[in-house]
């Protein structure tokens, strides 16, 4: 017998590369998406800080402009600056 | 002797002689008017002395208890000479005379005595405050007395009489041509030579001169409504059942009022006579009596009609409007579920076909009865019994896959319908009272909730869950399972999003927007990593499903050995991922995923075949190489033995593979020169996998039956051995089972054996340990 594969889909799972499971502002997964949306991965992006934490933008940019005086990582406390 | 107890002690001797004398003239004279039958002329001055003396009462009191000697005694000379339908009238004639007379003289009392209106009389006596009419009382009392003397016998006689009358009432009436007929269908009397032999006419006029003496003398006044009622609810019955056989296709209440009119009423109406009151009373009734036996001849068909549906249209609209005339609702409701219960509510129907009834219920029945009130009943009846099942068959399931099922017209258009209208709010059971605005339309005698009233089918159907929640999950679970195995047509799911998305909202779809929107990213990584980044890299032609794990219903996540052809192409595809997409990456989850396959089997037969991704791993072994061990084949797919024999089953049930045919522990290629065993064994083994493998929906087919009877008388028989001899191999079991069922099974094979004593060892009944069977300890 010989046989013959005409077409193998397969499934996979994509996944942030990040060091962390979970937004530390929302406390959602970095797979799923902030509270204000409703599509993950290009929906709902992720962005790290050159402390090298990460958080989903729209928690980071929320975040930040909550804040009166100095723009801070929520998980560090070092002056937010997003990584180039 | 009465007299002297009513009159007053102050009485002189003179004068109490004196009426005594008017009395007994007085009492005379009725005896005479009733014997001789007229009254004398000295009566009146007889009745002005009594009355003077205010002894009217009692006269009157004489009076009654004289015709019931009277009546006692004609009816009972009547009864006891009246033993055929020939004799009820001449008897009846002879009978009423005496009452007739007696009545005569009770009006002419009532009269002289200005017990009546009739201004006309000259002479009367009124006594103050004197109310009684003696003439009604008389008749009363004949009515009573005739009535307690009637007997069974009469009783049957006297039906028959109304039941022939109606009859040749018929046949005079009826314009139909009798000539060339033996009997007349009216009367029985033989007139193929003579038509004048008919007697209809001569029955009619007999029958209307009965009742006309029966209304004269207020005799049998319950038997002649009985009799009536008899012979119009047999007709009207018949009639019903005669003409509203099984067609729904027609409305035909309104024929059958007109029927009843033309008919039956003007029968009454010919016949009756005087006696006008009593039947135009009945009239009433008799309509009442259609309907109602209209109603509940439908009702016996509703569930018929309902099946029937839109066909039925027309029957149910008819079946509408006659239970608003007559209002029992009830007996509908109670005959509907009887029906329900027994041709539906029973594990032999599939639940898709329950769900199917259930929506030509709510469309059916809303025509039937626009409050809803059976509705309600029904629905509640069919969610409790479909919830009953649950454990069985996932009826969510079903339902989600025929609203989604394109050969499901019915449910399918609804869903397409419904999604041109959002449902109003608070359509679903959300736990909050559905009534509490709408209090002032609040009918107490049917409390139907505005859900019922107001949802759309599926609104129904969904609620039946309680919340769209769970349906909603299902939905899902099932799109994921298309999806996974490639059976989905990505457009037409799409599609089916959008409407559901209508129903209940974008939140509640979300998941399954999201996985769907990975279907159409898929496609696009296909285009740009596949076609025109890999291309000719690739081994295997590659395709791959990057889903968003998160959105997706929890997949079963299995350790499990593929090609590495694939899995090398697959980390160039990963590569490439990265590149296109900074800081993520995919990661392969092996046994999900489908392959199609061509096999090209040794006799130059090509197969085509689509399977799990795990299924084509297994058959990918057999490349080249048509033996295979169990044991090997676990060892190279890193697998259980276990997951082995799932997936060889799979292959023997497309007729690929066969199992132990070359030793025990083999697996392989029919048709090769590997397999050794005839091809009649093959087959064998291979439709009890098809057995096996087959819908788990259809659990109840015929063949699954006959085992189930067979394993029964098995099973004592394998007791009985296993306790004689202990632990026993498989062989021995099944050489012995083998002549034990030579009779009723002829093709038993060593197969059939095992399968019945593993499904024991399953049930706990048998213990298999080291190739040995054997009971389990006490
Ligand atoms: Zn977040
Ligand atoms: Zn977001
Ligand atoms: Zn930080």
């Given at each position: 017998m010989k046989v013959k594969i005409k077409k193998w889909t397969t499934v996979a799972t994509w996944k942030w590369l990040a060091n962390d499971d979970n937004c530390g502002i929302c406390r959602m997964p970095f797979e799923s998406c902030c509270p204000d949306c409703r599509l993950p991965g290009d929906g709902c992006p992720l962005v790290w800080g050159k402390c090298s934490h990460c958080f989903h933008m729209h928690c980071i940019v929320k975040w930040i402009q909550s804040q009166q005086a100095q723009q801070q990582c929520p998980m560090c406390r070092q002056t937010w600056n997003f990584k180039e | 002797?009465?007299?002297?107890?009513?009159?007053?002690?102050?009485?002189?001797?003179?004068?109490?002689?004196?009426?005594?004398?008017?009395?007994?003239a007085a009492e005379t004279a009725f005896r005479d008017c009733v014997s001789k039958g007229y009254i004398n002329e000295s009566l009146a001055q007889h009745v002005e002395q009594l009355c003077n003396h205010g002894m009217l009462p009692l006269l009157e009191v004489w009076l009654l208890s004289f015709s019931e000697e009277i009546i006692t005694r004609a009816m009972k000379s009547y009864f006891s000479s009246t033993r055929v339908v020939e004799h009820v009238l001449p008897n009846l004639q002879v009978a009423a005379k005496d009452?007739?007379?007696?009545?005569?003289?009770?009006?002419?009392?009532?009269?002289?005595?200005?017990?009546?209106?009739?201004?006309?009389?000259?002479?009367?006596?009124?006594?103050?405050?004197?109310?009684?009419?003696?003439?009604?009382?008389?008749?009363?009392?004949?009515?009573?007395?005739?009535?307690?003397?009637?007997?069974a016998e009469f009783d049957s006689l006297m039906l028959e009489i109304f039941q022939r009358s109606f009859r040749a009432f018929h046949r005079t009436q009826s314009s139909d041509d009798c000539s060339g007929l033996v009997f007349c269908p009216g009367c029985n009397a033989e007139i193929a030579d003579d038509e004048n032999l008919c007697s209809c006419a001569a029955i009619v006029r007999e029958f209307v001169e009965i009742n006309g003496v029966i209304d004269e003398?207020?005799?049998?006044?319950?038997?002649?409504?009985?009799?009536?009622?008899?012979?119009?609810?047999?007709?009207?019955?018949?009639?019903?059942?005669?003409?509203?056989?099984?067609?729904?296709?027609?409305?035909c209440a309104s024929n059958l009022e007109q029927w009843l009119n033309e008919t039956v009423v003007s029968w009454l109406q010919t016949i009756s006579g005087q006696t006008t009151s009593?039947?135009?009373?009945?009239?009433?009734?008799?309509?009442?009596?259609?309907?109602?036996?209209?109603?509940?001849?439908?009702?016996?068909?509703?569930?018929?009609?309902?099946?029937?549906?839109?066909?039925?249209?027309?029957?149910?609209?008819?079946?509408?409007?006659?239970?608003?005339?007559?209002?029992?609702?009830?007996?509908?409701?109670?005959?509907?579920?009887?029906?329900?219960?027994?041709r539906l509510f029973h594990p032999g129907v599939k639940t898709a076909d329950i769900i199917t009834a259930y929506v030509s219920t709510i469309k059916a029945l809303r025509i039937l009865d626009p409050s809803g009130f059976i509705l309600q009943s029904i629905c509640d009846e069919l969610s409790v019994y479909l919830k009953s099942r649950d454990n069985r068959d996932n009826t969510v399931r079903i339902i989600v896959s025929s609203l989604t099922d394109e050969n499901n017209v019915e449910l399918n258009a609804e869903l397409a319908r419904c999604a041109q209208k959002a449902p109003a709010p608070g359509s679903y059971l959300d736990g909050s009272s559905d009534d509490e605005s709408d209090w002032q339309n609040w009918i107490p005698q049917a409390k139907v909730s505005r859900?019922?009233?107001?949802?759309?089918?599926?609104?129904?159907?969904?609620?039946?869950?309680?919340?769209?929640?769970?349906?909603?999950?299902?939905?899902?679970?099932?799109?994921?399972?298309?999806?996974?195995?490639?059976?989905?047509?990505?457009?037409?799911?799409?599609?089916?999003?959008?409407?559901?998305?209508?129903?209940?909202?974008?939140?509640?779809?979300?998941?399954?927007?999201?996985?769907?929107?990975?279907?159409?990213?898929?496609?696009?990584?296909?285009?740009?990593?596949?076609?025109?980044?890999?291309?000719?890299?690739?081994?295997?032609?590659?395709?791959?499903?990057?889903?968003?794990?998160?959105?997706?219903?929890?997949?079963?996540?299995?350790?499990?050995?593929?090609?590495?052809?694939?899995?090398?192409?697959f980390e160039k595809f990963r590569k490439e991922y990265e590149i296109l997409n900074g800081n993520r990456t995919v990661n392969l989850r092996p046994n999900l995923g489908y392959v199609e396959l061509e096999l090209e089997l040794d006799d130059g037969s090509v197969k085509s075949v689509k399977c799990s991704t795990a299924q084509a791993t297994l058959i990918q072994l057999f490349d080249g190489r048509n033996h295979w061990k169990?044991?090997?084949?676990?060892?190279?797919?890193?697998?259980?033995?276990?997951?082995?024999?799932?997936?060889?089953?799979?292959?023997?049930?497309?007729?690929?593979?066969?199992?132990?045919?070359?030793g025990p522990d083999g697996v392989v290629v029919m048709g090769s020169d590997a397999d050794v065993g005839d091809i009649e064994n093959a087959r064998g083994r291979r439709s009890l996998v098809d057995e096996e493998m087959e819908d788990d929906d259809d659990g109840n087919s015929r063949p699954n039956q006959l085992q189930e009877v067979r394993y029964q008388t098995f099973s004592n028989f394998v007791r009985g051995l296993l306790t004689n001899l202990g632990e026993t191999p498989l062989d021995r079991i099944y050489s012995m089972l083998k002549m034990f069922a030579a009779s009723s099974w002829v093709d038993f094979t060593i197969q059939d054996c095992k399968q019945f004593l593993d499904s024991k060892v399953k049930s706990g009944d048998v213990v298999y340990s080291s190739g040995l069977y054997s009971l389990p300890a006490k």
């Open positions: - | 002797m009465l007299i002297r107890t009513g009159l007053s002690a102050k009485m002189d001797a003179a004068s109490l002689e004196k009426i005594e004398q008017h009395w007994d009452i007739r007379r007696l009545l005569e003289a009770a009006g002419w009392l009532r009269k002289i005595s200005g017990g009546n209106d009739e201004p006309s009389v000259d002479i009367t006596w009124s006594c103050s405050g004197h109310k009684l009419d003696i003439h009604e009382e008389v008749l009363k009392l004949s009515s009573r007395l005739t009535t307690f003397f009637v007997t003398i207020g005799a049998f006044p319950s038997l002649v409504h009985d009799c009536v009622q008899s012979v119009c609810f047999d007709l009207i019955k018949k009639h019903v059942f005669e003409t509203c056989q099984g067609d729904f296709e027609s409305k009593m039947i135009s009373a009945f009239k009433n009734n008799l309509l009442y009596f259609l309907h109602d036996i209209f109603i509940e001849f439908r009702a016996g068909q509703l569930f018929d009609m309902i099946v029937d549906f839109p066909d039925s249209q027309p029957a149910l609209e008819d079946l509408r409007d006659c239970i608003q005339k007559v209002r029992s609702l009830d007996e509908l409701v109670t005959k509907l579920k009887q029906a329900m219960t027994t859900i019922i009233k107001s949802s759309d089918i599926i609104t129904l159907l969904v609620n039946i869950y309680g919340s769209k929640e769970v349906f909603v999950e299902e939905y899902a679970s099932l799109l994921s399972g298309r999806l996974l195995n490639g059976s989905s047509d990505t457009q037409k799911e799409i599609m089916y999003m959008e409407l559901l998305k209508v129903r209940f909202g974008e939140l509640a779809m979300n998941n399954c927007e999201v996985m769907l929107n990975d279907v159409k990213y898929s496609k696009r990584l296909h285009t740009q990593i596949i076609q025109e980044k890999l291309g000719e890299k690739l081994q295997v032609p590659l395709d791959s499903l990057i889903i968003s794990a998160q959105f997706w219903p929890e997949l079963k996540d299995e350790t499990m050995k593929i090609p590495e052809s694939v899995t090398g192409d169990m044991a090997d084949i676990a060892n190279a797919l890193e697998c259980s033995r276990i997951t082995v024999k799932r997936l060889v089953a799979f292959w023997t049930q497309q007729g690929v593979l066969a199992e132990g045919g070359a």
